[in-house]
């Protein structure tokens, strides 16, 4: 079992298949050696999990949840296109965070790095990666939180 596999499971996570779209997009697009994978929600099983703004609807213990959720999503896609073949990862190479929030919320970086912590868990520096982690006034179908993701691979 590839180490990558071994520390998912050891944290108690089971990657799904990967989520269908919600729109007229696909979920991750090949270019090269870049998987440049769409904005992932907090979805499970097909179900919306955690929905509203964070910090009013929803607690920020639950948006840090909702952003591991996405992240689980984004590795799901990711192992999708490498035919789950974890030696093909080099590296995560970039996150971006967007969470719905009022304007007076400032804590998005803290919910965003429920995904960047998880990635480092799972891939260790392979893991780690620049972002951007910002709010917004909404997100489709009332998501708390989504995120995208670009990751090289061999």
């Not at 590839?2 to 050891?10: C, G, L």
């Not at 609807?57 to 949840?65: L, Q, V």
């Not at 520096?125 to 708390?144: E, K, W, Y």
């Amino acid at each position: 079992m590839h180490r990558f596999e071994e520390n998912i499971k050891q944290l108690g996570i089971n990657i799904p298949d990967m989520p269908t779209p919600f729109a007229n997009y696909v979920p991750y697009k090949l270019s090269d050696n870049i998987v440049y994978v769409s904005g992932q929600g907090p979805v499970s099983k097909g179900n919306l999990i955690y929905k509203g703004k964070v910090g009013d609807d929803i607690s920020i213990n639950d948006g840090i949840k909702a952003a591991e959720l996405c992240c689980v999503n984004i590795i799901a896609a990711l192992k999708k296109s490498i035919n789950g073949d974890w030696n093909r990862l080099d590296s995560f190479l970039k996150l971006g965070g967007f969470v719905n929030c009022n304007s007076n919320f400032y804590d998005q970086p803290k919910i965003i790095n429920g995904a960047s912590d998880l990635l480092v868990k799972i891939f260790g520096d392979h893991g780690r990666h620049a972002r951007f982690a910002v709010g917004s006034n909404s997100l489709p179908m009332n998501m708390s939180v989504e995120i995208d993701a670009i990751i090289k691979i061999k």
